[in-house]
C-alpha cells in the first residue's frame, strides 16, 4: 500500500516567509509526528497527533511553529515569519494506533531559508 | 529526559568486514529500542527494534540485542556489503509517557568500499 508522502520535496524560502508544509500520513493511522532533521540538532520530535485527542506541542522550537490535523488525516505544519535556523528537513511519520510502536516515516520536505 | 548516544562516525569498512555500532540509551519508563537507516537520497526506514529486554532483532543480516543491564542495543553484522553504505540511527520511544515519540541518537554514517 502506499507509505506516508510529503509535498514539497524541496521547498526554497526567503527569510520572513511563511511556509506550509503537507503530510499524508498511511490511510488509517491514528498516530502521526512531525520531527525535523538538520546538521546542529540531530532528529529532533516537534509534534504529535492521536486521534481526535489535543496534540502533544512540546517539541515546537518556538511560537512561530504550529501544525494542524484536519479529519485525522492530512497533516499541514505552518512555519511564520521563517528564519535562517529553520533550515532543516522535515520529516512525517505515521504509526497505526496507540498499541503498534513501529513509526512509518515519509520521504521528507527539505525547507531552505536563504 | 530521554536520551540516545551512538558511536560517532563516519565509519568506513571493507565489504566482508565485520560491523559493530554501538548504542546506549538513557530511559526514565520501559522503552522500546530501534535502528534505522536512511539509504543516500531515501527517507528513514526501520531497520529492526526490540520491545524488551533480552529481545534480539534482526533484520537484512543486522541484529541487536537489547541489554538492560548495560542499557545498550548495539548493532552487528557479520558480513558488510557495500549496498549497506547508509545513515544509521539508534532511536528509544518511552512507552508509556503518552506521546511514545522517537528519541534518536546522532546517526552514524557506513560506507562500504568494494
Known amino acids: 500500500g502506499a507509505g506516508v508522502s510529503q509535498s514539497p520535496s524541496n521547498k526554497v524560502t526567503e527569510k520572513g516567509k511563511d511556509v506550509e508544509l503537507r503530510c499524508d500520513p498511511i490511510s488509517g493511522h491514528t498516530a502521526l509526528y512531525w520531527y525535523r532533521q538538520s546538521l546542529g540538532q540531530g532528529l529532533e520530535f516537534l509534534i504529535y497527533?492521536?486521534?481526535?485527542?489535543?496534540?502533544?506541542k512540546s517539541g515546537l522550537p518556538s511560537d512561530r511553529f504550529s501544525a494542524e490535523r484536519t479529519g485525522g488525516s492530512v497533516s499541514t505544519l505552518t512555519i511564520q515569519r521563517t528564519q535562517q535556523e529553520d533550515s532543516a528537513v522535515y520529516l512525517c511519520a505515521s504509526r497505526p494506533d496507540v498499541v503498534a510502536d513501529t513509526q512509518y516515516f515519509g520521504p521528507g520536505t527539505r525547507l531552505t531559508v536563504l | 529526559g530521554d536520551s540516545v548516544t551512538q558511536m560517532e562516525g563516519p565509519v568506513t569498512l571493507s565489504e566482508e568486514a565485520c560491523l559493530t555500532i554501538n548504542c546506549t540509551y538513557t530511559a526514565t519508563g520501559y522503552p522500546s529500542l530501534f535502528w534505522y537507516v536512511q539509504y543516500p537520497g531515501e527517507g528513514l526506514q526501520l531497520l529492526l527494534k526490540a520491545t524488551k529486554a533480552d529481545d534480539k532483532g534482526s533484520n537484512k543480516g543486522f541484529e541487536a540485542t537489547y541489554r538492560k543491564e548495560t542499557t545498550s542495543f548495539h548493532l552487528e553484522k557479520g558480513s558488510v556489503q557495500v549496498s549497506d553504505s547508509a545513515v544509521y540511527f539508534c532511536a528509544l520511544s518511552d512507552r508509556g509517557f503518552g506521546n511514545e515519540k522517537l528519541t534518536f541518537g546522532t546517526g552514524t554514517r557506513l560506507t562500504i568500499i568494494p
Open positions: 497527533f492521536q486521534g481526535n485527542s489535543a496534540p502533544d
